[in-house]
């Protein structure tokens, strides 16, 4: 992961006082969000005072900050009698197949049984992509036409699973914005579609989010928390951004917890959520 953002943040008033306007700029930029860094400024001055040193708010900072990350989530355990169903969303270009495949492969190699479904029938490239990724993982894809029904595909997705008796089903959904109302609505079919398999489903909707993209990651997890209902993230891009503040973020502002984590390009570059890793490596 890149260099903790408050290390960074306290070198820049090493030997001076600490200004504080310039303080909850730069808190801002770590993608803190404008609720936490209010509550975290005024929070320091009260603990260190209008005087504080660098150190002291370096170490204070930390500790706010840790305290406000979401809690490690107990591992996806498999259902007793069918499929744990994971719906994995986002807008293009956040690394959303990826991930997808990185958490598939994650699962097995904890023992556990997957199939994915190639829902994104959108791109061509996606659907091969997750092809590839199964090829490579000896994991089972469904996927369906160019272009065709991605419900259809996920109705024969779950009923793959349930044949065999697999421990999960990963599902690949097309990259759309909120202001795109029809693919909106395609993702609510697709949640209609699997509820009638299993009225539970889907058990999991986890976004899928690039780090070194700011506030707009936040607007994206809120429209996406208000069309389908989030139960959590994946926070990919880690290696190359200085900004772990998105996680408090989340957290704090909408209430979706970062479930999983990625750091690289490797397959095994991708992690559960630990906040107290988390801390000590991203502030």
């Known amino acids: 992961m890149a260099a903790g953002f408050l290390r960074a943040i306290a070198e820049r008033f090493r030997g001076r006082p600490v200004d504080w306007e310039e303080l909850e700029s730069l808190l801002l930029r770590a993608d803190l969000g404008v609720k936490t860094t209010m509550?975290?400024?005024?929070?320091?001055?009260?603990?260190?005072?209008?005087?504080?040193?660098?150190?002291?708010?370096?170490?204070?900072?930390?500790t706010e900050l840790t305290k406000l990350l979401p809690p490690p989530f107990p591992p996806l355990l498999p259902l007793p009698?069918?499929?744990?169903?994971?719906?994995?969303?986002?807008?293009?270009?956040?690394?959303?197949?990826?991930?997808?495949?990185k958490l598939a492969a994650m699962l097995r190699r904890e023992g556990r049984s997957v199939v994915m479904a190639a829902g994104d029938t959108f791109r061509?490239?996606?659907?091969?992509?997750?092809?590839?990724?199964?090829?490579?993982?000896?994991?089972?894809?469904?996927?369906?036409?160019?272009?065709?029904?991605?419900?259809?595909?996920?109705?024969?997705?779950?009923?793959?699973?349930?044949?065999?008796?697999?421990?999960?089903?990963?599902?690949?959904?097309?990259?759309?914005?909120?202001?795109?109302?029809n693919l909106m609505q395609e993702l609510s079919k697709v949640k209609r579609v699997?509820?009638?398999?299993?009225?539970?489903?889907?058990?999991?909707?986890?976004?899928?989010?690039?780090?070194?993209?700011?506030?707009?990651?936040?607007?994206?997890?809120?429209?996406?928390?208000?069309?389908?209902?989030?139960?959590?993230?994946?926070l990919t891009k880690l290696d190359?951004?200085?900004?772990?503040?998105?996680?408090?973020?989340?957290q704090q502002e909408l209430g979706v917890p970062v479930r999983f984590v990625g750091t690289g390009e490797k397959e095994a570059d991708f992690a559960r959520f630990d906040p107290k890793v988390f801390a000590a490596e991203m502030f």
């Open 39 to 62: 509550q975290l400024v005024a929070s320091l001055q009260a603990v260190t005072g209008f005087s504080a040193t660098a150190d002291e708010v370096e170490r204070e900072a930390r």
């Open 81 to 101: 009698d069918r499929p744990r169903v994971i719906l994995i969303v986002g807008v293009n270009g956040t690394g959303k197949t990826t991930s997808l495949a």
């Open 124 to 181: 061509a490239a996606a659907i091969e992509q997750l092809a590839a990724w199964g090829e490579k993982m000896k994991i089972p894809v469904v996927r369906g036409a160019y272009q065709g029904d991605p419900a259809a595909v996920c109705h024969d997705a779950h009923d793959t699973a349930v044949r065999e008796k697999a421990d999960y089903l990963l599902v690949d959904t097309a990259g759309r914005l909120h202001t795109k109302h």
């Open 194 to 234: 699997l509820g009638r398999r299993d009225p539970e489903s889907p058990h999991e909707i986890l976004i899928v989010l690039d780090a070194t993209t700011g506030s707009n990651a936040l607007e994206q997890a809120a429209q996406f928390q208000a069309a389908c209902g989030l139960t959590g993230a994946i």
């Open 240 to 250: 190359g951004s200085g900004r772990g503040g998105m996680a408090v973020a989340l």
